[in-house]
Nanobody
Framework: QVQLVESGGGLVQAGGSVRLSCAASGRTFRSSPMGWFRQAPGRERELVAGISGSEVSTYYTDSVKGRFTISRDNARNTVYLQMNSLKPEDTALYYC????????????????????WGQGTQVTVSS
């Protein structure tokens, strides 16, 4: 069983920055693809960014490319999402998720690949 605990959300003005952290329990962290999802009211949950176990591969949805950066520290069992140049449309509940352990080179890009989820942290961007 893996537990994921997010932190770092809050209220920020448009153009500002926030860094989200996700602390993971368990011994398989370094071999698990990790991802950050978000869900805004009335909208479907979407994968914002994903990263492979070895950090060699990353994925970003188009709307955040060039603004968000996903990274991980396998020694600390932690994954991060640095969010810059925030826009009001980035307002959402952000979730950390872990996919099934496997190849450390692969990014999981489908939501059904993710089997462990955190409780979420709210990010609100004011205009």
């Amino acid at each position: 069983q893996v537990q994921l605990v997010e932190s770092g959300g809050g209220l920020v003005q448009a153009g500002g920055s926030v860094r989200l952290s996700c602390a993971a329990s368990g011994r398989t962290f370094r071999s698990s693809p990790m991802g950050w999802f978000r869900q805004a009211p009335g909208r479907e949950r979407e994968l914002v960014a994903g990263i492979s176990g070895s950090e060699v591969s990353t994925y970003y949805t188009d709307s955040v490319k060039g603004r968000f950066t996903i990274s991980r520290d396998n020694a600390r069992n932690t994954v991060y999402l640095q969010m810059n140049s925030l826009k009001p449309e980035d307002t959402a509940l952000y979730y950390c998720a872990a996919a099934r352990p496997g190849s450390t080179l692969r990014v999981a890009t489908r939501s059904d690949e993710y089997i462990y989820w955190g409780q979420g942290t709210q990010v609100t961007v004011s205009s």
